[in-house]
C-alpha cells in the first residue's frame, strides 16, 4: 500500500490582543489601604499574594504620581522584574492609564546595580556571564599547570585543570564578592586562619582581576558588580537623591548581605519604602542568600498575609519503577490539557536538579508534549543545533574526529539517519577499500579538496540517491562557509552564510508556529541559533578583529548555561520543565514534582569543600572561627525541606508529587519529605494497580477486565497500543475484538500511525525468504565458526549493526599486526613507534584517561616483544587458509601464528586483547585451525588443501593485555581423530544456518552483552515485539 501526503501549507498566523482584564484585588489585612507612606515589611506564606500586594502598591502609586518615573519595584531574578512589569502593564492598561516612562519600574538587583554604576561612571562597563567568567578561570589554571606557577598549596597542584577545581574557585570568589572582600584581605584571611586555599584565591583573584582590566573594559560578574556599585554610592550617596520615592522591593529572602545594604541605602531615601517575602522560602543559601534583611529591615508598619490564596487539589502517586512513574505523570499532563482544557504554558514539571531536567523532556516530548525549558538549564554548545554549527565551523579549517563527522552528519545540520550514514559509509569504503570510510567522508567534505570528476563519477553509480543527497548537502553547507571566510568575512557573516544554507531557518520557523511537541522542539532551536548570533555579536564588539575560529573555541570552552536576551512578549505554549530553585517565585494552574527521592531530596553534599567555603562565610558573616566544627546537616536539611516546600507551593489547580519505591538490586526509596507532606496535608498517595495504573484510574468497587482498555497514557500511540492489544490478546470477547478493529479502522483512515496493520512488526510476512547466501558451497572462518556455535543470529546480523571497527577491536587489529612486523624481521622500535601512532590517531578518549591508556598500550606492546622473543621462530604468521571440508564448506581465514617443537608437532597461537572467555578445550576458533591444518598442507606462509598434512601438537590462547603478572596461556590438547570427524560433520549444520534466510537464536553467556536483546525472540525484551499475548 503507498500512501501519499500533500505538504502541510505554512501556517496562518494570527494576532490576538492579549487579554489584559483584571479585577480588583480586596486585601484584607490593610485596614487603611495600600502604603503610601513610610517603612513597611510584608510576610505570608507562598500564594498569599505578597508579590501582588507589592504590584498593586506600584500601580497605586503610579497612578497617584501620575508617572511611572520614581516608582521602583526591585527583585532578586531578571524573569522575575520581567513577569512583574508585564503584571504591572496589564493592570494599568486595564485601569485605562497610559503612562511612558524611561526607566522600568520592575527591575533585577544587578540590573539596578549596572544602572547605577552607568550613571556615576563615564568608563565602559560590561557584566561578564557565568560561562563566560568560568571559561576565563579555567583558562588561567591551564596557564599556571602548564608552566607550573601561580600561589597554590603542592596538593592543589594536580587539580588545577579539572573542571570541578575551577567550579569551586569561582563559587569561593562570587562569595567572597558577594560580600566586599578583594584579593588583599582573601590573603589576610588566609594567613591569619591557616588557610592556604583562601590566601592562593586571593592571589588568583589579583591576576584575574588584570586580565579582565586589559579586555579595554571593565567586565564584573553579577556579584561583583553590586560591590562595585555599592562603593561608588558609599563615595556619592547624593546620586540617588530624587530618583525614587517609592522603592518596593519582592523576594527580600534571596538577597545577599551586599545586595541588601546597597536596597536600603536606596530605600533610605524613598517616601515610601515596602520590603516583601517569606523566610520559608528562603533556597539560595548555596550563592550568599540570607532572609536576615528582611527579618532585619527597620519597617514601622508589619503587614502578614496569613493565608494562601493557592488551593490546588493535592495527591501523591509511589510507583513500582521509574517507567510507571514517567508514565503517571505524562498522563496527568496530557489528561489536563486534552480533558480540562488547562493550557500547556500553564503546567509545569519540577525536578530537584538541572541532570533530571532532560530525561524528563524526552519523556514528554516522546508522547507529544511541547517542552519549554529555560536557556539558563543549558550550555549554549550543547544545544545539537548549536553543537551542528560549531562543528561546521570547525571544519572549515581543521579536520574533524571520526565521531564528529558523525555527530554533524546525524544531527540537524547533517540531517542523516543513522541507517542512512551506515550505508553511505559502506558505499564509501567500497569506493576505495584502501581507506576507511570516515577517512574518505573528510577528504570529500573538505571545503578545500579539489574536484576528483573520476571519483565523482565512480560515487554515483555506487551511491543511492538518498547517500548521494546527504553527501552533496554537508558540502554545500561546507563550501558556504568556507567561501565567506575566504572573503574575509565576519563572524557573524561566516555563521549567517552557514547557517543559511543548512535551509533550516524556513522549515524551523513552519514547526515552530505550528506548536505542539515538534513545534516546541523547533522553537527551543530558533532560541539557540539567536543566542548564538548574539553571542558572536558581542564577542565581535569586544574584540574587533577576531576570527571566527577564535569564537568557535570561546563558545566550546563554556561549559555553563549562559543567560540570553528574552524577546518574547509571552511564555511559550509548552510545558515548563525546570528545577525547584527555578521554579522560586513563580505559578501554574497544573504542577508535577517529580523524581522525589530520597537519595536527591535532601541533597547533603558538602558545598566548596576544596575552599572551605561554608567556614569562609561564617567567619566574615558572624565572625565564627573557621577552627571551630560547626555541624550543618540539620542546617541543610532544612533548607533542603524548605526547597521541597517551595516546590510544591506553585500550583493553583491540580500539585502531584511522585517518587520510586522500587525493590530491585539497588532499593530506591521515595523521600522522607514525602511522608511529612502527606500527614500535614492529609494527602492520600497513589499506588498502582496490577496492570501499573494509578488506583484513581478505576473505577471504585469495579471489576478489573481483562479485555478492558488500559491506557496508561492518554495519547494517540498508547491509545493505538492498546487497541492492537485488546484485539490480539486470545482471551478477548468477540464483541469487544471487534470494537477494538472497527475503532483501529478509523485511527488507520485519519492516519494516526501504527494503526493499519500494514505497520505491524510481526502481521507482515517475511520482506523476502531467499537466503542470505546463494552458493551451495559456503566459506566460513573459524572465528565466524566460534560465533555460528553460539548464536547463528548474532554471527549473521551484528556485522550489519556497526561500519567501524571499535576501540577494543582496533586495539587487536594493531597488536596482531606489530607481532607479524616483529616475526618478519622489523625493527622493533620502527614497529612499535608505527602501530603506536596509529592507535593515537584513533584511540579517543578523555583526558584524565590518556596517560593511563598509554602506558597500559605500551605494557600489551612489551609482553607480546618479551612473548614472541621467548618463543623462538616461527614457522608463519598471518598464514592464509584455505581448506575445503567436505562438499559443502571451506575454512578460510587467517592464523595468527604458527609454532613446531622439535619433535615435529605443529601448535597454533591465536593472540586475544579482550577478556578470558570459556573454557579453551571446546573453544570452537581453535577447533576450527586444528581442523583445518589436520586436513590441509603448508605451502609457504599458507594452509591450503593437500596431501601433506601436519602433525598436530594443539593450540593455545594468549593474552598479552592481562593484567596478570605473567602472560596467560591456554592451551588446547590436539584433536584427536574422532573429534576431527565430529567437527567435520558439525560444519555443514553450521554453514546451513549461515546461509538462511531463517536465522536461529541461541541463548548463551554473551547475550548480557548483545546488542540485538530487543529484537531476539529468546529474550524477554524481544518476544514482546513480535509474539501475541
Not at 575551577?166 to 562570587?174: G, V, Y
Amino acid at each position: 500500500m503507498v500512501h501519499t501526503h500533500e505538504p502541510a501549507p505554512t501556517p496562518e498566523v494570527v494576532l490576538t490582543r492579549r487579554n489584559t482584564a483584571s479585577t480588583q484585588r480586596r486585601w484584607d489585612e490593610l485596614a487603611t489601604g495600600l502604603p503610601q507612606r513610610g517603612r513597611w515589611r510584608i510576610t505570608g506564606p507562598a500564594g498569599s499574594g505578597v508579590s501582588s500586594l507589592l504590584v498593586d502598591t506600584a500601580v497605586a502609586a503610579i497612578e497617584r504620581e501620575q508617572g511611572s518615573s520614581g516608582v521602583l519595584l526591585i527583585t532578586a531574578a531578571k524573569d522575575s522584574a520581567a513577569r512583574l512589569r508585564r503584571e504591572i502593564h496589564d493592570r494599568l492598561l486595564a485601569s485605562g492609564q497610559r503612562y511612558a516612562t524611561e526607566e522600568p519600574v520592575a527591575r533585577s538587583l544587578h540590573s539596578l546595580a549596572f544602572a547605577l554604576l552607568r550613571r556615576v561612571s563615564k568608563e565602559k562597563i560590561r557584566l561578564i556571564t557565568g560561562a563566560e567568567q568560568d571559561a576565563v578561570i579555567r583558562e588561567l589554571l591551564a596557564g599556571h599547570a602548564e608552566e607550573g606557577r601561580g600561589p597554590w598549596p603542592p596538593e592543589h597542584v594536580p587539580a588545577l585543570e579539572m573542571v570541578g577545581f575551577a567550579r569551586q574557585l569561582r563559587d569561593f570568589l562570587l562569595r567572597a564578592a558577594e560580600r566586599g572582600v578583594g584579593a588583599e584581605r582573601l590573603e589576610e584571611l588566609g594567613r591569619a586562619h591557616g588557610r592556604p586555599a583562601w590566601a592562593a584565591a586571593g592571589g588568583f583573584l589579583r591576576e584575574y582581576e588584570r586580565t579582565m582590566a586589559l579586555s579595554g573594559a571593565h567586565s564584573y560578574s553579577a556579584s561583583e558588580l553590586v560591590h562595585v556599585a555599592l562603593g561608588a554610592l558609599r563615595r556619592d550617596p547624593s546620586v540617588l537623591d530624587g530618583l525614587w520615592h517609592t522603592v518596593l522591593v519582592d523576594d527580600a529572602q534571596h538577597l545577599d548581605p551586599l545586595s541588601g545594604e546597597l536596597v536600603e541605602m536606596i530605600a533610605r531615601r524613598a517616601t515610601l519604602a515596602v520590603v516583601g517575602g517569606d523566610p520559608e522560602q528562603s533556597i539560595f543559601h548555596f550563592r550568599g542568600a540570607s532572609p536576615d534583611f528582611l527579618r532585619g529591615f527597620p519597617a514601622e508598619r508589619e503587614v502578614a498575609l496569613a493565608r494562601s490564596r493557592r488551593t490546588p487539589r493535592a495527591g501523591a502517586y509511589i510507583a513500582d519503577s521509574a517507567l510507571a512513574e514517567q508514565a503517571r505523570y505524562t498522563d496527568v499532563i496530557r489528561r489536563a490539557h486534552l480533558l480540562d482544557g488547562v493550557a500547556w504554558s500553564q503546567i509545569a514539571v519540577i525536578v530537584r536538579s538541572a541532570g533530571m531536567i532532560d530525561p524528563v523532556r524526552r519523556v514528554l516530548l516522546s508522547t507529544g508534549v511541547p517542552v519549554h525549558i529555560e536557556a539558563t538549564d543549558t550550555v549554549l554548545a550543547q544545544q545539537p543545533l548549536v553543537a551542528g554549527i560549531v562543528l561546521g565551523v570547525r571544519a572549515l579549517s581543521e579536520q574533524l574526529r571520526a565521531h564528529e563527522w558523525e555527530a554533524l552528519l546525524l544531527g540537524p545540520v547533517g540531517g542523516a539517519d543513522p541507517v542512512t550514514l551506515r550505508r553511505l559509509l559502506r558505499g564509501l569504503r567500497r569506493s576505495d577499500m584502501s581507506t576507511r570510510a570516515m577517512v574518505t567522508l573528510g577528504r570529500l567534505l573538505d571545503p578545500a579538496r579539489v574536484p576528483d570528476e573520476e571519483q565523482e563519477a565512480r560515487l554515483r553509480e555506487i551511491l543511492t540517491q538518498r547517500e548521494w543527497d546527504i553527501l552533496t548537502r554537508m558540502r554545500a553547507v561546507l563550501d558556504a562557509g568556507n567561501r565567506a571566510k575566504a572573503a574575509g568575512g565576519s563572524v557573524e557573516e561566516v555563521l549567517w552564510e552557514l547557517w543559511d544554507a543548512t535551509g533550516l531557518a524556513e522549515r524551523l520557523s513552519v514547526a515552530a508556529l505550528r506548536g505542539g511537541a515538534a513545534g516546541s522542539q523547533a522553537d527551543r532551536d530558533l532560541d539557540a541559533m539567536m543566542a548564538l548570533f548574539d553571542a558572536a555579536g558581542d564577542y565581535v564588539e569586544r574584540r574587533p578583529h577576531a576570527s571566527v575560529d577564535s569564537f568557535i573555541r570561546h563558545i566550546e570552552e563554556q561549559e555553563l548555561p549562559t543567560g540570553v536576551r528574552d524577546r518574547r512578549s509571552a511564555p511559550p505554549e509548552a510545558v515548563t520543565v525546570l528545577t525547584a530553585h527555578g521554579a522560586a517565585g513563580r505559578q501554574w494552574h497544573t504542577v508535577v514534582v517529580a523524581g522525589v527521592q530520597d537519595d536527591a531530596w535532601p541533597a547533603l553534599g558538602e558545598t566548596g569543600t576544596l575552599f572551605e567555603q561554608e567556614e569562609f562565610i561564617d567567619l566574615v558573616d558572624s565572625g565564627i572561627d573557621p577552627d571551630l566544627i560547626i555541624g550543618r546537616t540539620q542546617e541543610k536539611i532544612a533548607e533542603e525541606r524548605r526547597l521541597f516546600h517551595v516546590a510544591t507551593t506553585r500550583a493553583t489547580g491540580r500539585l502531584l508529587v511522585t517518587a520510586v519505591a522500587e525493590e530491585a538490586d539497588e532499593v530506591r526509596e521515595p523521600s522522607r519529605f514525602l511522608e511529612q507532606w502527606e500527614q500535614e496535608l492529609g494527602v492520600e498517595t497513589e499506588n498502582p494497580g496490577p496492570d501499573g495504573q494509578a488506583a484513581e484510574s478505576v473505577a471504585a468497587g469495579a471489576e478489573r477486565q481483562t479485555d478492558r482498555p488500559r491506557f496508561a497514557v492518554l495519547s494517540a500511540p498508547a491509545a493505538v497500543a492498546e487497541l492492537r492489544r485488546v484485539l490480539c490478546a486470545a482471551d478477548t470477547a468477540e464483541a469487544t475484538r471487534i470494537q477494538a478493529a472497527r475503532q483501529l479502522a478509523r485511527l488507520a483512515r485519519a492516519g494516526v500511525p501504527g494503526a493499519h496493520p500494514d505497520q505491524w512488526w510481526g502481521a507482515r510476512g517475511p520482506s523476502t525468504r531467499e537466503p542470505l547466501v546463494a552458493q551451495s558451497h559456503v566459506s566460513v572462518s573459524p572465528s565466524n565458526i566460534e560465533k555460528l556455535h553460539r548464536c547463528p543470529l548474532r554471527a549473521v546480523a551484528e556485522k550489519f549493526l556497526s561500519s567501524e571497527e571499535s576501540s577494543q577491536m582496533l586495539k587487536g587489529t594493531l597488536v596482531h599486526a606489530y607481532a607479524e612486523a616483529l616475526e618478519r624481521g622489523v625493527a622493533e622500535e620502527t614497529a612499535r613507534d608505527i602501530v603506536t601512532r596509529a592507535w593515537r590517531e584513533h584511540h579517543e578518549v578523555p583526558r584524565w584517561r590518556r596517560e593511563q591508556d598509554a602506558a597500559e598500550w605500551a605494557r600489551v606492546l612489551d609482553r607480546t616483544r618479551d612473548w614472541i622473543g621467548a618463543r623462538g621462530p616461527a614457522v608463519g604468521v598471518e598464514m592464509k587458509i584455505t581448506v575445503p571440508i567436505g562438499e559443502e564448506v571451506t575454512i578460510a581465514g587467517r592464523l595468527d601464528r604458527l609454532d613446531r617443537d622439535d619433535a615435529g608437532d605443529h601448535y597454533v597461537v591465536d593472540f586475544k586483547t579482550g577478556a578470558r572467555s570459556g573454557a579453551v578445550q571446546e573453544n570452537m576458533q581453535l577447533r576450527a585451525y586444528q581442523l583445518a591444518l589436520a586436513r590441509g598442507e603448508i605451502r609457504g606462509d599458507t594452509v591450503v588443501a593437500g596431501k601433506e598434512h601436519p602433525r598436530l601438537g594443539g593450540a593455545m590462547l594468549v593474552y598479552p593485555a592481562s593484567d596478570r603478572k605473567k602472560i596467560p596461556v591456554l592451551a588446547q590438547a590436539a584433536l584427536s581423530p574422532e573429534e576431527q570427524e565430529e567437527l567435520a560433520a558439525l560444519l555443514p549444520t553450521l554453514a546451513a544456518e549461515l546461509r538462511g534466510p531463517s536465522l536461529l537464536a541461541r541463548v548463551n553467556d554473551g547475550c548480557r552483552t548483545c546488542v540485538l536483546k530487543t529484537v531476539c525472540p529468546v529474550q524477554p525484551e524481544g518476544k514482546s515485539t513480535i509474539e501475541r499475548s
